[in-house]
């Protein structure tokens, strides 16, 4: 594969650290992005449908890697339809990684009853997320519920066993480059 580039700003990559063991910990824009159309079709097909550069699921996903994306951004941001990218590991239907935006300005309630592992809090004490995980038939899940702007972000991150460590911390980021590829000002700094 070769270098990612955003359907929206050819160009544009985030700058991200990692921690010494190779956990992300931050990803910041850069350059703010423009106004986003829809990744190309070529994009919606790479690891990460355009919205996230692939090399961010890094450690999540890896091998032969289908990508599947339903919505766009136009119809995201401008008749507030949900977005949703779908990355999987073929042959493989427990790993995957779901990004999945929807337009909700109310506020949201987290789902009840589907955390048999329990709730963790992912990013800093001021800005944090919360992530239930739970085990399943298929191995394990994690999901992660972000609110930028307007816009809940969900990440969905399935393994074959609870191996879960940092994937939260992932998903933080996840929908952080996802947020500013929709043009969410907060997401765009730091």
Partial sequence: MTGWSPGWSPGWSPDCSRTAHGLLTACSAGSTPPSPPSPSTAAAEQPGCGLVPPSALAGLVSGDLGSHLAGDVESLTRD????????????????????????????????????????????????????????TAAGSLTRLYARWGDYVVEVRIGRSREDWAGDPEQAVVLTRLLAAGLGVPAAQSG
């Fill in 80 to 135: 507030h339809r949900r977005l949703a990218c779908t990355t999987s590991v073929a042959g493989h239907s427990d790993r995957f990684v779901v990004l999945d935006a929807r337009f909700h300005p109310a506020p949201f309630d987290l789902p009840r009853g589907q955390c048999n592992r329990g709730w963790v809090f992912a990013g800093t004490a001021d800005s944090y997320a919360p992530a239930c995980q739970q085990t």
